[in-house]
């Protein structure tokens, strides 16, 4: 049993390895980042392409994601409610606002893009499905530090360094914590160039039928689009349209109110 679970953490890591940065790996460079020997790393992927988890350049020996991959990815699309939910809401926000949609789920201490549509601006900020970015920084990560459980976000910000991806990254944890609060009291979360330094997002939370935030809903573009008062009107528009994905998910709020939009 325990070597099977350790055959098991050895698939994960060689698969955690391949990044949207870097597609394409070598038998060493996976060996590096998982710190397998290069000889095990080989004769896994080397297994691993023969189950499809993997695919091989017959001309450069790298390895890349397999067939199957989507094949899993396409299941665990279907059975994700709340996208299916979510997708009409974002084609009415991207109608109005002419900006880029995001919808984000949590995964352990990243937030993961499920679903997005692009702005048809030429100018645009893209958010490619499948991207993870850390909690901390943006709007969309922040919404789920702020609206869950406070023991668990306590439990989350010692576990995450801090790192700033840009000279605007909120890296001190008392400043942070402040942030949050913020947040929890206007109901959205805005913010400009955090993780990347010239684009801007606003995000609403999503909830479940338990009252638990589930998803994030944004909208962001280039931040010189972003001027106060638009700021005020799509923080209203991205709240209205995830408070309306939350009750479809069953959500019933407490104490039902007009949203407050606060600057």
């Known amino acids: 049993m325990a070597e099977s679970i350790k055959l098991l953490e050895r698939t994960v890591a060689i698969l955690d390895s391949f990044t949207l940065e870097q ?5 060493r460079e996976v060996a590096r980042r998982t710190g397998l020997s290069a000889s ?3 004769r896994l992927m080397s297994v691993m392409r023969r189950m499809g988890m993997l695919n091989q350049d017959p001309e450069s020996q790298l ?3 397999g067939s199957k991959m989507l094949a899993w990815a396409g299941i665990y699309t279907v059975t994700c409610d709340v996208r299916s939910l979510a997708l009409p809401v974002m084609v009415r926000l ?4 002419r900006e880029t949609i995001s919808l984000y789920v949590l995964e352990g201490k990243e937030r993961v893009c ?4 692009e702005s048809p601006e030429t100018v645009r900020i893209v958010a490619r499905v499948g991207r993870r970015i850390p909690l901390y920084a943006g709007s ?3 919404v789920f530090l702020a609206f869950m459980p406070p023991a668990r976000r306590d439990e989350l910000l010692a576990e995450i360094e801090l790192k700033p991806m840009t000279s605007q990254t909120i890296v001190e944890k008392e400043k942070l914590l402040a942030n949050l609060e913020e947040i929890r009291r206007k109901g959205y979360a805005f913010s400009r160039g955090e993780w990347i330094l010239d ?3 606003v995000a609403a939370p999503i909830f479940d ?4 935030v589930t998803a994030a809903l944004t909208i962001s573009g280039p931040a010189q689009r972003f001027k106060e008062v638009r700021i005020k009107e799509m923080a209203a528009l991205v709240k209205e349209g995830a408070d309306e994905i939350s009750a479809e998910m069953g959500f019933v709020p407490r104490h039902p109110q007009k949203a407050q939009i606060y600057f």
């Open 114 to 117: 499920v679903e997005r549509l």
């Open 23 to 27: 597609p394409a790996l070598g038998v």
């Open 94 to 97: 991207q109608d109005k606002t």
């Open 140 to 142: 969309a990560g922040k």
């Open 40 to 42: 095990t790393a080989g």
């Open 209 to 212: 039928q338990f009252g638990r």
């Open 63 to 65: 390895y890349m994601m």
């Open 199 to 201: 684009a801007a997002g």
